[in-house]
């Protein structure tokens, strides 16, 4: 069972690789409409493809389709979309091997802690399920209990991933782009985080702390004398899910004071640092009847430290006095930009978006100009080695969650109008430079900000030298794009003969056909071997 599912996920992952060679081998120098509409079509075949795999194996595969909605930064944008409708809702267990787990876990028949334990799932998920409990004392506990060979599928599962991030290191050119052993360790914390309920009792307890006391916000407490790695026991809450706008109804609750509440709650989890919550859809959100707001499942959190935000200054600062090197810095402070990034071409493409940016609002550039900067960016974040770290990742999927949620409870609710006034006494009380961020830090920025008559003559300057700047740049670019093609032809003749050797090698070892399984490994390293030494 384990090598079976070794087996198909490797090999879709180097079927989707050799895939996607081919194509750029086959339409290498004509990227025209119909070309990206083909592309769109392929990359839109794999995703379902990707999509039927992960929903009849389950484990990992879900996981990691969640994880990878949120990179946008590595995946397509049809991909993406696809993978949006994946969730990890599958058929529950048998009750009675949830009974045997917790009695396993508590080490006692669950009738010496129960008085009852209800007939039907709650919830049921692709790691835990959800039942009701009633304990001796007659307190309503809700139980999340481990589905059984959870551990086992997913251990296969990353055995399966740590062979295809080894092959896409080694003898891919995705070694440059990104940060392969970080994204492959940030898959492995976040996850295997979820295996072990006790880090989801310690992220609750801690959320309990710092949001506790918060004016309409409700944590549920936690048994930890009940609790173990498989099984986690904590507050029933009665209550519905945020998005319930009949229940809403019915008890007579504001729904624009909902969603200002709930918004300032997800603020002060960004703005003071710590840990986020990274799914807040309305089933983790649930509504009690008196309009209290309670945040539940705490399996998948995020972090944002007080350095990470005022790196975020750093940026914002940068852009508005155009000190992109400052700007530059502070992204690869927080892990956006690999080392080995080319800085003059990235600095070149953020001064070159501020100008147009500036300009449009002057002269209404060109459509087809802007559209052609758009593209380039794009193609830039996939050629340089730009990369989205896992919290902000997580971060950036809970906030378009979040958001959804909101515009659920209020269609016409203001974020920036709730923000501003929170985010500016905020940005006063950091220190930037070893310095508290104060008023003249915030007259300096509003100068810069609603001053464009100073900034006109350079403005002026910059539109004139634009297009002699546009065309030293698409020349760099087309350099650039037949070199990285040239490349990836050379490597796609020893690709295709190290993917056959390797299927070669898998029929050997299942009819144990020894001569068969000698010839294969032998052509396999040699591919490798020069496809590795391919510049």
Not at 151 to 174: S, V, Y
Not at 255 to 260: D, F, G, I, P, S
Request: charged share 25%.
């Amino acid at each position: 069972m384990a090598a079976y599912r070794i087996y198909r996920i490797v090999w879709l992952a180097l079927k989707f690789y050799l895939q996607i060679m081919l194509f750029r081998k086959r339409h290498q120098g004509t990227w025209d409409p119909l070309t990206v509409n083909k592309w769109n079509q392929l990359v839109t075949k794999q995703a379902k493809e990707y999509k039927k795999a992960a929903q009849q194996l389950g484990g990992l595969l879900i996981k990691v389709g969640q994880f990878l909605s949120t990179r946008a930064d590595i995946m397509p944008p049809t991909f993406l979309a696809e993978l949006e409708g994946l969730t990890d809702r599958v058929p529950s267990v048998s009750r009675g091997k949830i009974v045997s787990v917790i009695e396993t876990e508590w080490n006692a028949p669950y009738t010496q802690y129960l008085q009852t334990l209800s007939d039907e799932v709650v919830a049921s998920a692709s790691i835990g399920e959800v039942y009701k409990g009633i304990l001796k004392d007659g307190t309503e506990v809700a139980i999340k209990v481990q589905r059984p060979g959870t551990e086992r599928i997913i251990h296969a599962d990353f055995q399966a991933f740590a062979f295809i991030m080894w092959f896409f290191r080694k003898f891919t050119p995705l070694d440059k782009k990104a940060d392969l052993p970080a994204l492959y360790g940030e898959m492995i914390r976040t996850i295997g985080n979820e295996l072990d309920f006790l880090e989801e009792l310690k992220s609750g307890r801690s959320f309990s702390d710092r949001f506790g006391t918060f004016p309409g916000v409700r944590i549920p407490s936690y048994y930890e004398e009940l609790s173990t790695k498989r099984v986690l026991v904590m507050e029933w809450i009665e209550g519905s899910r945020i998005t319930d706008l009949s229940f809403i109804e019915k008890h007579d609750l504001e729904r624009k004071e909902l969603a200002e509440r709930l918004f300032l709650l997800f603020l002060e989890q960004v703005l003071n640092g710590g840990q986020f919550h990274a799914d807040p859809h309305g089933g983790n959100i649930l509504l009690t009847a008196d309009g209290t707001i309670t945040l539940i499942d705490f399996g998948m959190t995020g972090t944002i430290t007080k350095a990470d935000a005022q790196a975020g200054l750093r940026i914002a600062e940068g852009v508005i006095f155009k000190n992109y090197d400052q700007v530059l810095d502070a992204l690869e402070e927080l892990g956006f930009l690999l080392p080995h990034a080319n800085r003059s071409l990235l600095k070149d493409a953020i001064n070159r978006t501020v100008k147009m940016y500036e300009s449009s609002e002057l002269f209404q550039m060109d459509s087809l100009m802007l559209q052609q900067l758009l593209e380039d960016l794009q193609e830039l974040v996939l050629t340089q080695p730009v990369q989205l770290p896992a919290e902000f990742a997580f971060f950036g999927r809970a906030a378009s969650t979040f958001v959804g949620v909101l515009y659920v409870l209020d269609p016409e609710v203001d974020l920036l109008g709730l923000a501003r006034p929170r985010v500016l006494e905020w940005a006063k009380s950091q220190e930037t430079g070893g310095r508290v961020f104060g008023r003249e830090d915030v007259l300096r920025w509003l100068l810069n900000a609603t001053d464009p008559a100073r900034a006109l003559p350079q403005k002026l300057a910059g539109f004139l030298e634009e297009p002699d700047r546009f065309r030293h740049y698409l020349q760099r670019r087309d350099e650039t794009d037949r070199e990285w093609k040239r490349t990836l032809q050379t490597r796609t003749f020893a690709g295709c003969f190290g993917l056959l050797s390797f299927i070669g090698l898998s029929v050997g070892i299942w009819f144990e056909h020894e001569p068969y399984i000698w010839v294969s490994a032998v052509v396999l390293l040699g591919s490798l071997w020069t496809f590795r030494t391919i510049d």
